[in-house]
């Protein structure tokens, strides 16, 4: 069973930056797309950046343009840098395949605060 494991999250002031990480226990990265997805308080899970295999990203209206997410298939991660993060940005972000869900992992909070 793979396992996929988000870190680098944490308490931010609005304006800052985060870069987070998910690292998977096999290598499933390189064969598939992968997303970074955003559950707000109170909110459904939502995808918010995904990088197909050959590298084309496409990010939600919401993030577009603050938020870049990249790969880096030898190391089995994916990361997503965070900019000109807002209030509205606060919540637990995951990775996972889109076409080809897995378990989910524990996530990786992040909070922007004013």
């Known amino acids: 069973q793979v396992q996929l494991v988000e870190s680098g999250g944490g308490l931010v002031q609005a304006g800052g930056s985060l870069r987070l990480s998910c690292v998977a226990s096999?290598?499933?990265?390189?064969?598939?797309?992968v997303g970074w997805y955003r559950q707000a308080p109170g909110k459904q899970r939502e995808l918010v950046a995904s990088?197909?295999?050959?590298?084309?990203?496409n990010y939600a209206e919401s993030v577009t343009g603050r938020f870049t997410i990249s790969r880096d298939d030898a190391k089995n991660t994916v990361y997503l840098q965070m900019n000109s993060l807002k209030l509205e940005d606060t919540g637990v972000y995951y990775c996972?395949?889109?076409?080809?869900?897995?378990?989910w992992g524990q996530g990786t909070q992040v909070t922007v605060s004013s």
């Open positions: 990088i197909s295999t050959r590298g084309v990203t």
């Open positions: 096999g290598s499933i990265f390189s064969i598939n797309e």
């Open positions: 996972n395949l889109p076409y080809n869900p897995r378990s």
